[in-house]
């Protein structure tokens, strides 16, 4: 007999969960785990991450999310609808993914967002067609919080007779209801009973709530599964998890602890008690559960398909002229650049410089033609050619894209690969390709920094404004955040001296390359190794590789939160074109400061799935040349007018 993990979150539950995708998958082949589950709080952005580090470890993924409910009708914006209740729903298959996409991009549309993604249980069942599961029971769910005439404050109760002075006389009648409510919804076969017990000898009423699903299920006989709600993965890790608590609520250790001892209430007051929300052993899970408890979790493994959500570039068919091909299109526009800008230069006057540029560009157009990838091409060549035609000032290319001859030919960039010596490989290596995924090329298209949102309402009028979007991208604990994070939460010394010590690591950017080479990327572990001196007072690293010195703690749990997600923003260059209405073919999240819905997942990650990026970068320095420009324009008609 084994188990699945049915109920956690990763790091992108923000500053809630802790574990990266990489370490449960890590974790549960240690446990010898053969599947596992993803439900993090509102959100399915780690879909694509969570996915690859199963299947590294043969390890079955199981793709869900842990819903916000509103109580009341989710339009209802305003303080007195805020309380939320938690939901946890896994995709069956690619059609429940889908699904998942549709109802987490619809949690956050504007109507229904309200300073978390959320939905109502109508707004929900829109998307149950059978191809969803879902399970109730934990603190914080429906059928738990129905159990008590005062919820938050029976989960507070330091004691069983405590808890008990808030159990509804009509608990059973409504937890019933709750239930039936929730096999009506998702269809009876789809409908689970959870039963949470890791943590009952810490919260009683954890233990109460057990105890009473497990009534639930043998009276209504609904299926009960032993989960844990796992946010770290393992117990030595909850100091960890700890700090990022107090992150979010911009506290510090002492504080938190102050306010513990004279029985105040705290947020994520559970979590500040326990360190009972890892990742269990199977022999964990054995001594709290019943084994129909435990073996339910591998039926529900079994019900969920070994799908796969990466897929081929979804490009938007370009609309080429005298209703050519796009391969025949892109084929005509380099013949158009071969005689209006090759010729012309003097490049190909000989034949043995012709056979040079023939043989290039021949390869070239077998390679994208190969990788069905001419539309790329043909999109960002209307989009250099909408800047120009607005006399605006595109950049000349730069990167690895000025090793393009085709991109040269047709306009995109103003640098010939062939003069310089620029190798296409460096832009485009087929040799990347599989049968199940294709790389895509990479060109920056600059345009001046004014410019850039009128160019991308270009795109989005030319394409379709549910098909175009900026995307997301995570804020990182990097090595000096998470340094001084730790240091600022365990207040071990003042903001001045907090500064001079975390200003002494290089920033990331600066030695990108030798992190690259790093078993385990660390600004922190780098620069002890590297540039011991400017730590020496504070922290240093042996010949055993071990840390010394008063802060080596700090240093050490600094290192180990290293790259865990802190924040979510939008990305500075990044669009998104597809073929597909976004909303439901890609999670769209909000953006808190522009209030507009982009792809909720970072551009790796898109690019995986077959969303097809875009870099539009607005560069100062062009406005600054434009400007420039424009005044020699005007001397020159006021001289030719004197």
Request: glycine letters at 6%.
């Amino acid at each position: 007999m084994t188990w699945t993990p049915l109920h956690l979150h990763t790091h992108y539950s923000l500053l809630d969960g802790l574990s990266k995708p990489v370490q449960v998958a890590d974790r549960c082949a240690e446990l010898g785990y053969t599947s596992c589950a993803v439900t993090d709080h509102g959100t399915i952005s780690g879909g694509v991450a969570f996915t690859q580090a199963c299947r590294s470890k043969n390890i079955k993924p199981i793709l869900g999310c842990e819903f916000y409910l509103s109580q009341q009708d989710a339009t209802i914006r305003e303080a007195g609808n805020r309380n939320l209740s938690h939901l946890v729903v896994l995709a069956k298959n690619k059609a429940g993914w889908n699904k998942l996409i549709e109802a987490v991009s619809r949690s956050n549309d504007e109507d229904v967002f309200y300073y978390k993604p959320r939905l109502d249980l109508d707004l929900l069942g829109e998307y149950t067609d059978g191809n969803l599961l879902a399970f109730s029971g934990h603190l914080g769910s429906d059928m738990a919080n129905v159990i008590f005439t005062d919820c938050r404050s029976a989960y507070n109760q330091e004691t069983e007779e405590g808890v008990k002075e808030y159990i509804d006389p009509d608990w059973v009648e409504k937890v019933t209801k709750t239930a039936y409510k929730y096999m009506d919804i998702f269809g009876k076969e789809n409908f689970l009973i959870e039963v949470q017990c890791i943590d009952q000898e810490n919260s009683p009423a954890a233990k109460l709530v057990a105890q009473g699903m497990r009534y639930i299920a043998k009276k209504l006989k609904i299926p009960s599964i032993a989960t844990a709600d796992s946010h770290y993965p393992e117990k030595k890790d909850s100091l960890d998890h700890l700090l990022l608590l107090c992150s979010a609520m911009k506290t510090t250790l002492r504080k938190i602890k102050h306010k513990l001892s004279n029985n105040e209430d705290v947020g994520f007051s559970g979590f500040m008690k326990s360190s009972n929300f890892h990742i269990p052993s199977l022999e964990e899970i054995s001594a709290l559960h019943e084994p129909s408890e435990i073996e339910n979790t591998m039926r529900i493994a079994d019900m969920c398909e070994n799908y796969d959500i990466l897929g081929r570039p979804m490009l938007p068919k370009f609309d080429c002229p005298e209703s050519r091909s796009e391969e025949e299109h892109l084929k005509n526009l380099c013949r158009e650049g071969w005689r209006n800008t090759l010729i012309p230069s003097g490049k190909v006057d000989s034949k043995a410089q012709e056979q040079i540029y023939a043989d290039r560009v021949k390869k070239e157009l077998e390679v994208i033609s190969d990788a069905n990838l001419s539309g790329y091409f043909l999109i960002v060549r209307d989009i250099v050619n909408n800047v120009r035609g607005n006399k605006w000032l595109p950049g000349p290319g730069r990167g690895s894209a000025a090793g393009c001859l085709i991109s040269y030919l047709v306009g995109i960039t103003k640098v010939d690969p062939i003069q310089y010596g620029l190798i296409f490989e460096r832009f485009y290596n087929a040799g990347r390709n599989t049968d199940g995924h294709t790389s895509l090329p990479d060109i920056d298209i600059d345009v001046p920094a004014s410019k850039r949102d009128s160019t991308i309402d270009y795109i989005r009028k030319k394409y379709g404004q549910k098909k175009v979007s900026q995307m997301v991208t995570f804020g990182r604990l990097q090595g000096r955040s998470a340094l001084k994070e730790v240091l600022r939460m365990n207040e071990a010394c003042g903001y001045d001296e907090m500064n001079v010590i975390t200003k002494s690591l290089p920033p990331e950017h600066e030695i990108s390359d030798q992190l690259a080479d790093m078993d385990d990327p660390s600004v922190i572990k780098w620069t002890l190794i590297n540039q011991p001196e400017v730590l020496r007072d504070y922290c240093r690293m042996n010949d055993d590789g071990e840390l010394e010195g008063d802060y080596a703690k700090l240093f050490q749990q600094s290192m180990r939160i290293e790259g865990t997600f802190k924040s979510q923003g939008k990305h500075a260059a990044g669009v998104v074109i597809s073929s597909n209405n976004l909303n439901e073919v890609c999670p769209m999240v909000r953006d808190k400061s522009s209030s507009e819905k982009i792809a909720g997942m970072e551009m790796n990650d898109l690019e995986a799935m077959g969303h097809v990026k875009f870099d539009v970068l607005g560069i100062s320095l062009l406005d600054k040349v434009m400007g420039i420009r424009d005044q020699l324009e005007e001397i020159c008609k006021q001289e030719e007018t004197r």
